[in-house]
C-alpha cells in the first residue's frame, strides 16, 4: 500500500533541490561578485599572450595537436575556470563547490570568448 510519506519526502527533496539553484544563482548574479569575476577572467585574458610565449613555444610538436589555436583555447578555459573557482571561494569566504555551478563559470567565461581568442591569436601569430 502507497503512503503519502515517500511522497511528501519527494516534494521536499524537489524543493531542496530548487533552494539551492537559487543560491547557486544569485551568488554570481550578485552584481559585485559577478563584476569582480570579470575583472579576474580579463587580467587573466591579458596575461595570457606573454604566458603563452614563455611556456608554449613548440606546442604542435609537443602535444601533437592538429590545431593549436582549438587546442589554447580549451586549455586557457580550464584553467581560467579553475583559478576562477579558487577566486570565488576567497571573495566569498564561503565554499565554491557548495554555491558555484562549474558550467555558470563556464558560461560567464564564455561572455569573453572573443577576448580569450584574440589574446591565444596574438601569441601565437
Known sequence: M?????VKKQTKRKELKSEISQLKFRLLQDSTIRRSLDQYIQ???????????QTFPAIKQIWKCENEED???GYYVGKIEE???HYLLKATRASAGGYV???EIR?????HKKSLQDAIRTAIN
Not at 43 to 53: A, D, H, L, V
Not at 107 to 111: L, Q, R, S, V
Request: avoid cysteine; charged fraction near 30%; charge should be negative.
Open 2 to 6: 502507497w503512503d503519502n510519506r515517500g
Open 43 to 53: 587580467r587573466r585574458i591579458q596575461e595570457i599572450p606573454t604566458e603563452i610565449k
Open 71 to 73: 587546442f589554447l583555447y
Open 83 to 85: 583559478g576562477s573557482l
Open 101 to 103: 555551478d562549474t558550467f
Open 107 to 111: 558560461g560567464i567565461i564564455e561572455t
